[in-house]
């Protein structure tokens, strides 16, 4: 089975960047990144294809999230512009457990079988 490895978290201030990766063990399917803020439920970020050409963001992260991957590299990443406050969370990558096809995208946490152990984002004004 597949492991992620997520890395790329920290301790940054509100406006900053940072860049997210996701580190698969072998080749995966469709791909999204998820966060848990404390206290709250997990969140959909972003999820992209297998061939990278389909993305999809949630509402509260679109323009400022960029989802892409590397399949030559197996990695995912999640670039993170203007940092804000409410973005303080741990941030999951995961992938669909079988093959989805290459255009297919989800938001649908079920949908994904196997998860990383997060990287912790936390902002300070």
């Known amino acids: 089975q597949v492991q992620l490895v997520e890395s790329g978290g920290g301790f940054v201030q509100a406006g900053a960047s940072l860049r997210l990766s996701c580190a698969a063990s072998?080749?995966?399917?469709?791909m999204a990144w998820f966060r848990q803020a404390r206290g709250k439920e997990r969140e959909y970020v972003a999820a992209i294809s297998q061939n990278g050409r389909n993305t999809y963001y949630a509402d509260s992260v679109q323009g400022r999230f960029t989802i892409s991957r590397d399949n030559a590299k197996n990695t995912v990443y999640l670039q993170i512009n203007s940092l804000k406050l409410e973005d303080t969370a741990v941030y999951f990558c995961?992938?669909?457990?079988?093959?989805?096809?290459?255009?297919?995208?989800?938001?649908?946490?079920?949908?994904?079988?196997?998860w990383g152990q997060g990287t912790q984002v936390t902002v300070s004004s």
């Open positions: 072998g080749g995966t399917s469709t």
């Open positions: 995961a992938t669909t457990k079988g093959w989805t096809g290459s255009f297919y995208v989800t938001s649908n946490p079920n949908e994904y079988g196997i």
